[in-house]
């Protein structure tokens, strides 16, 4: 009798160590989905936060700049599901709520301004392109309405060509200034590529064709002449010296 209630007694605890342990295991995968979420949201709250300011010297639209805000609003208000105890979270979030209440200023019809320097300018179009990337994902997420995405993406990519194109003209216009007339006219070249390559044409796309197109007629002309004048050159020398070579000797 007594090795039975033994035997129970040791098969009770063998299952409720198991049963202890099954529990804390399921504690523990809660935890670290918790922390997982928690740092993915963390990472989508600093990217959006980052492609801000990033794109201080972008003109963003209302709509973009609403859909910024509410990404980050959403980010804070998982990690406040899965942080419920965080008055850090909680504040924030608060913050997050407010910002989109707020009234924003559209400044999409705002000029651009090109940067000064290369490394500027690669921050710039890599600043368009997170941009372009994150409303692609809110749309994705059924946040942005696809008539606005649509729109926005469009604008961006515009934004994008811009900057290409004025860059590339902005290098050609160096270059030959300097001289340098093969690399001004790669520099055309190569805008004029990224133009007909455009699948839409707009005043800006008409207006570019047309200037870029000039600039290589210059250069071609400019070529023209140089080596028509090298040729003449060239000739005149080659006639020097059969002038030379067949004039008549003197007589000593």
Same mark, same amino acid.
């Given at each position: 009798?007594?090795?039975?209630?033994?035997?129970?007694?040791?098969?009770?605890?063998?299952?409720?160590?198991?049963?202890?342990?099954?529990?804390?295991?399921?504690?523990?995968?809660?935890?670290?989905?918790?922390?997982?979420?928690?740092?993915?949201?963390?990472?989508?709250?600093?990217?959006?936060?980052?492609?801000?300011?990033?794109?201080?010297?972008?003109?963003?639209?209302?709509?973009?700049?609403?859909?910024?805000?509410?990404?980050?609003? &959403?980010?804070?208000?998982?990690?406040?599901?899965?942080?419920?105890?965080?008055?850090?979270?909680?504040?924030?979030?608060?913050?997050?709520?407010?910002?989109?209440?707020?009234?924003?200023?559209?400044?999409?019809?705002?000029?651009?301004?090109?940067?000064?320097?290369?490394?500027?300018?690669? #921050?710039?179009?890599? #600043?368009?392109?997170?941009?372009?990337?994150?409303?692609?994902?809110?749309?994705?997420?059924?946040?942005?309405?696809?008539?606005?995405?649509?729109?926005?993406?469009?604008?961006?990519?515009?934004?994008?060509?811009?900057?290409?194109?004025?860059?590339?003209?902005?290098? #050609?216009?160096?270059?030959?200034?300097?001289?340098?007339?093969?690399?001004?006219?790669?520099?055309?070249? +190569?805008?004029?590529?990224?133009?007909?390559?455009?699948?839409?044409?707009?005043?800006?796309?008409?207006?570019?064709?047309?200037?870029?197109? #000039?600039?290589? &007629?210059?250069?071609?002309?400019?070529?023209?002449?140089?080596?028509?004048?090298?040729? +003449?050159?060239?000739?005149?020398?080659?006639?020097?010296?059969?002038?030379?070579?067949?004039?008549?000797?003197?007589?000593?």
């Amino acid at each position: 009798m007594i090795v039975s209630i033994i035997i129970v007694l040791i098969v009770a605890l063998i299952v409720i160590a198991l049963w202890v342990s099954a529990v804390q295991q399921h504690k523990e995968k809660q935890e670290a989905e918790r922390r997982k979420e928690l740092t993915k949201q963390k990472a989508i709250i600093e990217e959006t936060e980052e492609a801000l300011m990033n794109s201080a010297n972008i003109p963003l639209s209302e709509n973009l700049i609403r859909t910024l805000q509410r990404r980050i609003y &959403e980010a804070l208000n998982t990690m406040v599901n899965n942080s419920q105890t965080s008055k850090a979270l909680k504040s924030r979030l608060s913050e997050a709520k407010t910002h989109l209440s707020n009234p924003v200023q559209d400044n999409s019809s705002e000029a651009l301004t090109l940067p000064s320097n290369d490394k500027q300018l690669v #921050g710039l179009i890599q #600043g368009i392109k997170k941009l372009r990337s994150i409303l692609r994902s809110e749309h994705n997420k059924g946040r942005i309405d696809s008539q606005i995405f649509v729109l926005e993406d469009k604008r961006l990519e515009k934004l994008q060509l811009r900057i290409n194109i004025e860059s590339q003209i902005k290098r #050609g216009l160096s270059a030959r200034s300097a001289s340098m007339v093969g690399s001004a006219r790669q520099y055309f070249e +190569k805008a004029q590529a990224t133009l007909n390559a455009v699948t839409y044409t707009d005043e800006y796309v008409t207006t570019k064709r047309q200037e870029v197109e #000039g600039y290589l &007629e210059a250069i071609s002309v400019e070529l023209r002449a140089s080596n028509a004048s090298a040729l +003449k050159k060239k000739t005149e020398e080659e006639q020097d010296d059969l002038d030379i070579l067949f004039a008549p000797k003197k007589k000593w």
